[in-house]
Structure formats: C-alpha cells, structure tokens
C-alpha cells in the first residue's frame, strides 16, 4: 500500500515524499471541576510515509485532539509522537492542516489567503503564486482568484483553504473533517478531488472524519476509534485501486469494508441496532 | 414610490427614489428652516444680541472665515494627533489585555473605572497640570478617544476563532507576523467602529479644553465671542465645530472603505 520503498530521502527537491508519523503511548487528560478527564489514549498509531490514512469516530471521541497533539499544536499528557523519527516537541511546521469550517480571513481574496503561507513561510512569491494558480485549476476555483470569501460557496471556500494546505507542498496534510460543513453532492466532487490531487503528490495524510464513505473512499487504512477515552481500537486496510469511483456502491468490496466498520461501532456501543445481546450491550457499555 | 405622473412630463426622474430627490430634499429642507429662523426673529423681532440671524452669522462665517479656519486648523489638529495617540495607545492596550490573562484581571478593571469619570470635568485638571498650549487639549482628547478603541479593539482581537492561531503555528509564524497578518486586520473593523464613536467625543472633549484655557482654537473663538456678547460670531464658530465634526466623520468612514475594501462584500 506505501507508495515509497524504504526511507524517505527528504533532502531532495520535486516529488518530496511524505514523512513518517508515530505515536506510542498518546494521552490526554483534561483537569476539570467534576476532575480528571480521560479524553484520549493510552494509543498507538503509525503513518507510513506518503499513506492516506483516516482516523474514524464517533464525535467527542478525541479524534480531533488526537490530530492536534500530532501537529504538535496541542501537548499529549502522556507518551511521544515522533515525526521522521524525531520527538515532536514543538509545533510541525512542514504541514499544511484543513479544518471543518474553511478558516480562511474575510479580508484576503480567495488568492491572497492561499498566498498566506508564502507571506509567513518568507517562501519565493513568484513560485508559489505559480502553483496557486495550478491549485486553483485543479481545484476548479479559476476566476474565483480575486473574490473575497464572503462571495465564495461553502464549498469553493474550502476548496481554497485546501489550496491553502498544499501550496508550499508540505509533506504532511492533515485535515479534521474537512467536508463536514457541505452538503452531500459537494462532498461527493470535493473528495474525488482531493483523491486525484493527493494521488499526485502522495503526501502522508491523516485524515479525520465521522463518514465512513468518506474514509473508505480516501484511505489507505482506517483507524478505527473508540470513545470515553479515545483509543484506536482497529485497523482497515483499504485494498482498492485508486481512483476510487465516485459510487462506492460498485465495488462490492466498499459494501464489506463499511460492514465491518458498523459492525465495529456497534459493539463498541456507537450504534445499536438491536442485533446485539443485552448482555453484549452491557459489556460495551462497560467497555 | 414612481410616479408615473411625474415622470411623464418631466427630463428628470423626480420620483422619491432618484439620486436628485435624494441630495435636493435634505438641501431644501435645511433652506426651509433658515429661511423660517430668519422670518421668525423678523416676525417676534428678536434682538441679535441674543439669537443671531441666519443671514448674520452666515455673513459673519463669511467675512471671518480667515480667523474662523485659523482656529478651526488649531482645533483640528489635536483631533488628528489625538487620533493618532489614542488610537495607537488603545490598540496596543487592548492587544496586550487580550493576550495576557494577568492584565485584563487587573489594569481593566481600573481602566472601567476611570471610563466611569466624566472626563469632561476633569479639563481644569488637564490644564493646571500641561498650561494653555496644545498640550493639555491634546492629553485629555487622546484619553477621549482612546476608551472606545480599546473596548471595540478587545472584542476585534477576542473574535478570532482560536483555530487560527493553530493554522499561523503550522506556518511557524512569529508574534508579529501573527499581529500584522491575522490579528489586527480581524480587528480592524471594530477598530473603526470605536474610532467613528470617537470622532464625536473628541471634538466635545477639545473645544471644552479650550473653553477652560487655551490661547487658540474654536472653544476659545466662542469663549471670546461671548466675552464681547459677539452672537453672530459664536453661531459661526459653532457652525465650523460642527463642520469639523462632519468632516472627521467623513474621513474615518472614507478611510474605512479605502482600507477595508472586503466589507462592500459582506452579506
């Protein structure tokens, strides 16, 4: 399923490969008035250089904290997360993140808000407004340029704070349920886009949604999370050529894979649709 | 609101609607109430010792106007340095009050307080402590103006969606680039809001200096007007603070759009 054999060559300019993510260990406590707040972990994770993987949960199961701690923008309370092999200490720098609303500044044309990361990254402007415009290209956003986002659609606007992601070509993209504010017909479009435009760069990705057509339909593997506290409790690899089809529907695999997910969900409690026991239900309730 | 009536007959679109209507109905009014003064004071034959006519101190505003804009320069002046200084101030106060928890608990409080006060009252202070030059008008209209930018600024600063310090992290992007980039122009609409406010305090808080001490300016040409029972005089000094007060307005709502030319878009 990895795209690189052995050890990514960093140094080297064009296709940069993705880095290598791993986390062992992972905690976070919350200290609140009722007292401590198990939200995440003890878990382990690894991302494979240039691997799109998904991390699936239901909400409020510390999977978005989960992606901060390993950006490096929140601290774990416990165990490490090393990025190409070194502890993450401070902030990662060499990503670009998305976020479920767009976050793009309403004072900064759609072209100036991708030109961001040129501006703070002191990055050569020429160049990146080069592959800003190739972005907005694939991305479909030609002509939108110079339109402020207050005149963009729900999804244009995330289409550009997706450019915003990748125009100084980081080597890590993590996105917290990107599509989750648009509606189903844009979701479908934007997902196969990020898939052919990711399937160009093959940056390592971590993904974080709550869909599971959406994980299935991206990743290489899905890591599937359980909550109170959050731990990765499950492992799907996603063994399907890409592209994947718009209609998932026609794979029979895509059928297997989400009914395994369900299955996952429901005896972790996320579901219940009355297949299970009482008995088995008050296990997962005791999970 | 068109007439079809109307329009029949005429080259013009004088429906309630059209751009003409719209400049010339205020216009006249204004000439309708000056002209309805002027008959009333010939009418009830009121001395202009005490109510000026229109047509007095129009005339005066007109053959004094050299004086008249002299001491209006002196009084606009202050109102654009104290701009400047209250401006700066309060910005860089509301920054650091919102970025440091220890300070909003503390100096804000006391900040309130002073608002509190009635500033105008406290000009006699103001001039004992600076003299009558430039110096005492220009400190207590600076800390005029400088109230309603903090408050306005604080909330600007307050409303970045905390995410976005995540995504300037990522960027590895340092305090200032952070200030320069995201936060003050996030800021800055709420900063002319305060501003526009500030506008009106300043030029109440300047002329009322100037009534107090001051060696220049329009509250101390209507001070002298009054010393001399000169009533046109002092109509055509009010009408200029009034007209600079206009201005300034006008100059802070320009500057606004020319600055923030996004907000013509906002829904």
Redesign the interface.
């Given at each position: 399923m990895s795209m690189q054999g052995g050890m990514p060559n960093r140094a080297s300019s064009g296709t940069q490969p993705g880095a290598a993510i791993l986390g062992q260990q992972v905690t976070k406590t919350f200290q609140s008035k009722a007292g401590i707040n198990h939200a995440l972990g003890p878990t382990d994770f690894e991302i494979k250089p240039g691997e799109f993987v998904s991390i699936i949960g239901a909400s409020g199961c510390g999977k978005s904290t989960l992606m901060?701690i390993t950006?490096g923008?929140i601290p774990a309370s416990g165990g490490a997360v090393f990025v190409d092999g070194e502890k993450l200490e401070r902030?990662?720098?060499d990503?670009?993140?998305v976020?479920q609303?767009h976050?793009l500044?309403?004072?900064?044309?759609a072209f100036d808000n991708v030109l961001?990361?040129q501006?703070?990254?002191r990055l050569d402007r020429e160049v990146l407004a080069e592959r800003a415009t190739n972005l907005f290209k694939k991305l479909g956003l030609s002509g939108a340029e110079q339109?402020?986002p207050?005149?963009l659609s729900g999804g244009m606007r995330q289409r550009v704070s997706i450019a915003r992601a990748l125009v100084h070509e980081p080597s890590i993209l993590m996105m917290d349920e990107p599509f989750g504010a648009l509606d189903a017909i844009t979701r479908t479009q934007i997902r196969h886009d990020l898939e052919l435009l990711w399937m160009e760069t093959r940056k390592t990705v971590l993904f974080i949604t709550h869909s599971i057509e959406e994980a299935i339909g991206l990743s290489d593997r899905v890591l599937v999370m359980s909550r109170g506290p959050g731990r990765i409790i499950e492992e799907i690899k996603i063994d399907l050529p890409r592209p994947r089809p718009v209609h998932l529907g026609d794979y029979p695999e895509f059928a297997e894979y989400a009914n395994r997910i369900y299955g996952i969900f429901e005896r972790i409690g996320v579901y219940n649709f009355g297949t299970k026991t009482a008995d088995e239900k008050h296990t997962a309730a005791h999970a | 609101m068109k007439s079809p009536v109307w329009r029949s007959g005429f080259p013009f679109d004088l429906s309630l609607d059209s751009r003409i209507v719209k400049v010339l109905l205020p216009v006249l009014t204004l000439v309708a109430s000056l002209v309805a003064w002027e008959l009333a004071e010939i009418y009830f034959q009121i001395p202009s010792y005490l109510v000026p006519r229109p047509s007095e101190f129009l005339g005066r505003f007109y053959t004094d106007f050299p004086e008249i804009w002299r001491q209006t320069s002196a009084t606009g002046i202050v109102i654009v340095l104290a701009f400047l200084v209250g401006g700066v101030v309060g910005i860089a106060l509301a920054y650091l009050i919102v970025t440091f928890r220890s300070l909003e608990d503390g100096a804000y409080q006391l900040i309130v307080f002073l608002q509190i006060v009635p500033k105008t009252i406290t000009a006699p202070l103001f001039v004992t402590w600076f003299g009558v030059d430039m110096t005492p008008k220009l400190a207590m209209t600076a800390f005029i103006t400088f109230f309603p930018v903090l408050v306005d600024a604080m909330t600007g600063f307050r409303s970045i969606?905390q995410?976005?310090y995540?995504?300037?992290?990522?960027?590895?992007?340092s305090w200032w680039?952070t200030f320069i980039?995201?936060q003050f122009?996030?800021a800055?609409p709420h900063i002319f809001s305060g501003l526009k406010i500030a506008t009106v305090y300043a030029v109440t808080a300047v002329i009322v200096v100037e009534f107090v001490g001051s060696s220049d300016g329009l509250g101390y040409l209507i001070v002298q007007a009054v010393g001399t029972m000169d009533m046109s005089l002092m109509f055509a000094a009010i009408l200029a603070t009034s007209l600079l007060g206009l201005f300034f307005n006008l100059v802070v709502t320009s500057l606004e759009y020319a600055l923030?030319p996004?907000l013509k878009?906002?829904?």
């Open positions: 901060l950006a923008l902030p990662l720098t990503i670009g993140i976020f609303d976050l500044l309403d004072f900064r044309t961001l990361q501006q703070i990254r339109r402020y207050s005149q | 969606d995410r976005l995540h995504l300037s992290r990522s960027m590895g992007a680039q980039h995201l122009p996030a800055l923030m996004w878009y906002r829904a």
